[in-house]
């Protein structure tokens, strides 16, 4: 079975620093992973999609890569925003159960002036 | 604009109420998916299905039916309430074919707020 950790659990960063978020998994045969950020009391917004042959993925000032050999995925911000501020979860697809994600518990970001 | 659709967006019932929460899509995704999101427990993966007529259980499907006639509604059934279920529940619709298709990955709906009292 599928287990992710994110780690921070919780982070306060002021504007205009680069950040890295990171998830851990323990199960290699990954069919894809996503990346979402989550608004209080919102849904679930896409950020970024790797492919199990890629390795990352940028969009803006976002960047995701995706190591299989080490079990771990980074979602690196650059020059952060207050509007940056929200919770961050990783998903994993399996091969085989590619329509079931498993989700990490979220690191919740705060952007400050 | 296209993306999944959930209502209510909020709801509360009494113990041994039954309800249903919908959910529609417009984007042709074969996958359809529920979740659930509690304080500590992340999002866990209720009931899913990879096509019309075509469903499967997830990690916690107790208390819980669906069915896929459409495949553009995924509705999800609380036969009897509980106040265990008191939860923020997300549809998911998904298109997983590696492509060019712009809307390839999960998409997710806004939530319903239920509370089970």
């Known amino acids: 079975k599928q287990e992710v950790t994110q780690i921070p659990a919780a982070l306060s960063v002021p504007e205009g620093e680069n950040l890295v978020l990171n998830c851990s998994f323990t199960?290699?045969?990954?069919?894809?992973l996503q990346w979402f950020r989550q608004d209080p009391g919102k849904g679930l917004t896409s950020l970024l999609l790797?492919?199990?042959?890629?390795r990352e993925q940028t969009s803006g000032r976002l960047n995701a890569s995706l190591d299989k050999s080490s079990g771990r995925s980074t979602l690196y911000i650059a020059a952060s925003q207050p509007g940056d501020s929200a919770t961050y979860l990783c998903?994993?697809?399996?091969?085989?159960?590619?329509?079931?994600?498993?989700f990490g518990t979220g690191t919740r970001l705060q952007v400050t002036l | 604009n296209a993306g999944v659709t959930q209502t209510p967006k909020f709801q509360v019932l009494k113990t041994g109420q039954s309800m249903t929460l919908q959910c529609a899509q417009d984007?042709?995704?074969?996958?359809m998916s529920w979740y659930r999101q509690d304080p500590g427990m992340g999002l866990r993966l209720i009931h899913y299905?990879?096509?019309?007529?075509?469903?499967d259980q997830g990690e916690v499907p107790n208390g819980y039916n669906v069915s896929r006639s459409t495949t553009e509604d995924f509705p999800l059934r609380l036969l009897s309430a509980a106040p265990s279920q008191t939860s923020v529940y997300f549809c998911?619709?998904?298109?997983?074919?590696?492509?060019?298709?712009?809307?390839?990955?999960?998409?997710f709906g806004s939530g319903t707020r239920l509370t089970v009292v």
């Open positions: 998911a619709s998904g298109y997983l074919r590696p492509g060019k298709r712009s809307n390839y990955g999960y998409t």
């Open positions: 299905s990879v096509g019309a007529g075509i469903t």
């Open positions: 998903a994993f697809a399996n091969t085989g159960t590619a329509s079931k994600l498993t």
């Open positions: 199960d290699s045969a990954i069919y894809n």
């Open positions: 984007m042709n995704h074969e996958y």
């Open positions: 790797i492919q199990s042959s890629q």
